[in-house]
């Protein structure tokens, strides 16, 4: 009687068992929105890492588009040095990962600084990228670095400043575990995000650039898909602390609309996703720690649309 009258209990209990476990794998299994056909490649920007103290740069990036099926790689690069510098290593990098994971071509996607970077190794080597995305890239340079650029060449006033910008380059390396070894350059790191800098590195590797002040560039160049995104609020979240620096750096832009780093115009290349996202520099990269704003489409949401959209695209 006793064993006849838990029977039912029992079943109940392992059905209801089995169903949440295929419940949960169904919840944690990919649904391929991510699956893209070639690796997607992160390339980090100026004094940036891979992970720093178990903290990732692209702040919950990577695994939101791996959960549902793409390949990533997070790359990491000098933290300051000159965007053909940068490409070089970061070219390196790219041939490791196409002979690691069987596939011919990678999309790469980079942020700030990475946006001259992963332009220069698709402009040198096509054959190896099948996209790129900037994301808050200063393409046209940067007003701030052509504020700080005002301090006199050669003047004692530039060396300091370049050493205490080097010496924190040193020690994100060191904090981050990297491999590399390449020395901190902080003046080639300006003269690449300067306007002038930037001019002269689109001279030599124009692809995907508008040929108007605002405008969008190629959407299509030595087969390489050219796409772009940032955003425009320098100030976003109370909460957030980097927010006060942004913030003081977005003042020298003037009136021109800016992440804080960036010029709205400036970031402009390829086919332009949106250019006026409620972000600023960092919440572009879902940093500091996700306090990004709440009246905006999370930034990770964001990657994981684009990461679909280039995957529609065959890429």
């Known amino acids: 009687m006793r064993r006849t009258a838990w029977l039912p209990v029992t079943v ?8 949440a476990t295929q419940a949960q794998a169904f919840w944690f299994s990919s649904s391929g929105y991510t699956k893209t056909q070639y690796p997607i490649v992160l ?3 100026m004094l940036g890492f891979d992970s720093l103290l178990g903290v990732d740069y692209w702040f919950g990036i990577p695994g939101a588009l791996r959960k549902d099926g793409a ?37 790469l996607i980079g942020h700030s600084h990475g946006g001259p970077t992963v332009r220069y190794v698709a402009a040198v080597r096509p054959d190896l990228v099948a996209s790129v995305t900037s994301v808050g890239a200063p393409h046209k340079g940067s007003a701030t670095a052509d504020f700080i650029r005002n301090v006199p060449e050669g003047s004692a006033g530039e060396a300091m400043l370049a050493g205490i910008v080097n010496g ?8 981050s575990g990297s491999s590399s070894t390449t020395p901190q350059n902080a003046l080639g790191t300006l003269e690449s ?51 006060l620096m942004l913030g003081a750096t977005a003042l020298t832009f003037g009136f021109e609309a800016n992440d804080g780093l960036v010029g709205r115009c400036s970031s402009r290349m390829g086919m332009v996703i949106r250019d006026n996202y409620r972000m600023n520099h960092l919440d572009e990269v879902n940093q500091t720690f996700g306090l990004t704003s709440l009246f905006e489409t999370s930034p990770v949401s964001v990657y994981r649309q684009h990461a679909n959209r280039l995957k529609r695209a065959g890429l």
């Open 193 to 243: 995000l300067n306007s002038a800098g930037a001019a002269r590195f689109n001279a030599r590797f124009p692809q995907g650039l508008p040929t108007s002040a605002c405008g969008e560039g190629a959407y299509v160049v030595n087969g390489v898909r050219y796409y772009s995104w940032s955003g425009t609020s320098p100030v976003t979240n109370i909460l957030d602390p980097a927010d």
């Open 12 to 19: 109940g209990l392992v059905a209801g068992m089995t169903l």
């Open 71 to 107: 390949k990533v790689y997070v790359t990491e690069v000098s933290q300051l040095d000159t965007s053909e510098a940068r490409g070089e290593q970061l070219l390196a990098q790219v041939e490791e990962i196409v002979a690691i994971s069987g596939k011919p071509r990678v999309n």
């Open 43 to 45: 390339s980090h920007g």
């Open 168 to 175: 924190l380059g040193g020690l994100i390396n060191f904090l």
